[in-house]
Nanobody, 124 residues
Framework: QLQASGGGLVQAGGSLRLSCAAS????????MGWFRQAPGKEREFVAA????????NYADSVRGRFTISRDNAKNTVYLQMISLKPEDTAVYYCAALKYYSDTFYYTVDDVHSWGQGTLVTVSS
């Protein structure tokens, strides 16, 4: 089970850090990712991180502004977001992924399991 937290209201240019805590003993067995869904839009890939070793993959829209990381000892994955823009406003979902790739653009079909979302609102 995945539990996301850390969302909130922030002004454009601000920062937030999302966390996603996993229960159970299998957290380190899965690559992890973040997706987001804006009102009226489909859920889209944001970032992914492999099980061990720190390799990461980002959507073009967030590369250079968002950083995904994980702490397997704490069963937690993070998404540090800086220089936030109004278009980053969405519900953010963490996910356990079926596999990892440095270049693959993930879709919802590549997700093993979802956490509940946390709302990020960026005001202009």
């Amino acid at each position: 089970q995945l539990q996301a937290s850390g969302g909130g209201l922030v002004q454009a240019g601000g920062s937030l850090r999302l966390s996603c805590a996993a229960s159970g003993r299998t957290f380190s067995a899965y690559p992890m990712g973040w997706f987001r869904q804006a009102p009226g839009k489909e859920r889209e890939f944001v970032a992914a991180i492999r099980r061990i070793g720190g390799n990461t993959n980002y959507a073009d829209s967030v590369r250079g502004r968002f950083t995904i990381s994980r702490d397997n000892a704490k069963n937690t994955v993070y998404l540090q977001m800086i220089s936030l823009k109004p278009e980053d406003t969405a519900v953010y979902y963490c996910a356990a992924l079926k596999y990892y790739s440095d270049t693959f653009y993930y879709t919802v079909d590549d997700v093993h399991s979802w956490g509940q979302g946390t709302l990020v609102t960026v005001s202009s």
